[in-house]
């Protein structure tokens, strides 16, 4: 079995900060592409950044430079800095990754179950 558990959500003023984190466990040879989702009441999920084993990164247009995804991959662990949080970040935010379970398997898509971030006054 393996999970996504993330956690760092909460309740923050506009212009502030929080850091998300989303650790894998379970049985697990290696993970690829890790990433965060979100998703808003009556939205559709959205992605708002990835990063591949090595550290590419990709980030949605709409972030404008504010959010940074990092990894560790010795913890299984991916992250999500966001500043000049706005309330139209309010949403939860669901960790991502494609992991393969041993050496001859292949990779399959697991999500966490989400935190929930508010952006308000």
């Known amino acids: 079995q393996v999970q996504l558990v993330e956690s760092g959500g909460g309740l923050v003023q506009p212009g502030g900060s929080l850091r998300l984190s989303c650790a894998a466990s379970?049985?697990?040879?290696?993970?690829?592409?890790m990433a965060w989702y979100r998703q808003a009441p009556g939205k559709q999920r959205e992605l708002v950044a990835s990063?591949?084993?090595?550290?590419?990164?990709n980030y949605a247009d709409f972030l404008k430079g504010r959010f940074t995804i990092s990894r560790d991959n010795a913890q299984n662990t991916v992250y999500l800095q966001m500043n000049s949080l706005e309330p139209g970040d309010t949403a939860g935010y669901h960790c991502?990754?494609?992991?393969?379970?041993?050496?001859?398997?292949?990779?399959?898509?697991?999500w966490g179950q989400g935190t929930q971030v508010t952006v308000s006054s």
């Open positions: 991502h990754a494609y992991i393969k379970r041993s050496s001859s398997g292949s990779y399959n898509e697991y």
């Open positions: 990063i591949t084993r090595g550290g590419g990164t």
């Open positions: 379970g049985i697990i040879f290696r993970i690829n592409t």
